[in-house]
């Protein structure tokens, strides 16, 4: 599914700390919220030592892959000679950062770059599929992405696995309706991911979707949102045993936290403006997601207090 989004005027720079106490499953509370960027960024991703965070962005008019520091500091482009890259994932052992590009073409083909943006690679080079939404697996060797490499002609994108060097793709799920940005869990048994249920066009976010998880294998499918509208933006915990996810039940899309068998939903922030795209740090200190407000899309740190 290709990602989208409107363009925005650029605000001046300003710097908010808002403190919210929410209860989350086993005593996580929300400790602060710090806004560390002020134009349309967007789909953040922690480095593995929680030093800096990636990210795409439309400050240079087209959307380009830019990497800073975990206070927003120090912004650097990777991709400015690629007029659209989009969704990074860091690797867990550092040494890569997979992403998608049109860089050939009109289709999205997935990426890998070092974290200096140079050794740019294309995996797929499939001028007639697109594939988005390239994720790791805890081993740093395999890539899990969504395609629809070889599905039927209504469109709906798949659930794939590939080696880091683009062989060996394996289609993951065989479900009706859309299967999109899935993730692998931790100790690798596992694939979390947004299956959308009811049919509409690419671009709507709002669809009906729900977030599943099922055994690597493809065997034991459950789902963990369990809600009319839209569930989305699926991510794990470090330790496997949670998902952060985002939903729309409140009648705004929001960040939520869930055990992986579907028990003790807690709404991990409380805002009157969208939030969406979390990341958790892989030490389970901090998240990182996008604020949308304005109709500006904003990257913003969560600390999270431990019991």
């Known amino acids: 599914m290709r990602s989208r989004c409107p363009a925005v005027t650029i605000f001046l720079a300003i710097i908010a700390v808002l403190t919210v106490h929410a209860e989350c499953a086993a005593q996580t509370v929300i400790d602060s919220v710090t806004k560390i960027t002020n134009v349309e960024d967007a789909y953040p991703w922690w480095s593995p030592d929680g030093a800096q965070i990636v990210f795409q962005s439309n400050r240079t008019g087209a959307w380009v892959l830019h990497k800073m520091n975990a206070d927003g500091s120090d912004i650097m482009p990777l991709t400015a000679e690629q007029n659209h890259a989009v969704t990074p994932s860091w690797s867990p052992d550092g040494n890569w950062i997979v992403y998608v590009s049109t860089l050939e073409g009109e289709m999205e083909d997935i990426y890998i770059m070092r974290p200096d943006g140079s050794e740019k690679t294309n995996l797929t080079m499939t001028p007639n599929i697109n594939e988005s939404h390239p994720h790791w697996a805890p081993d740093s060797r395999t890539i899990i992405f969504n395609a629809t490499i070889d599905v039927s002609d209504d469109g709906n994108e798949e659930i794939y696995e590939m080696n880091i060097d683009g062989s060996g793709i394996i289609r993951k799920t065989d479900l009706d309706g859309w299967d999109t940005f899935a993730s692998i869990s931790p100790d690798g ?39 009319p509208g839209f569930d989305g933006y699926p991510t794990w915990s470090p330790d496997g045993s949670k998902v952060l996810f985002v939903s729309d039940r409140s009648g705004i899309e929001q960040i939520y936290v869930i055990d992986v068998d579907g028990e003790n ?8 403006d969208i939030d969406a795209r979390p990341c958790w740090s892989a030490d389970g200190v901090k998240i990182v997601f996008n604020r949308e407000r304005d109709g500006s899309i904003e990257i913003l740190v969560a600390d999270l207090r431990q019991p």
């Open 265 to 272: 939903l807690e709404q991990l922030i409380e805002s009157t």
């Open 189 to 227: 048994d596992r694939i979390l991911w947004r299956h959308v249920l009811t049919s509409g066009s690419a671009g709507n976010d709002l669809w009906d979707s729900e977030i599943y998880v099922m055994n690597r294998d493809g065997s034991g499918t459950i789902n963990l949102s369990n809600s």
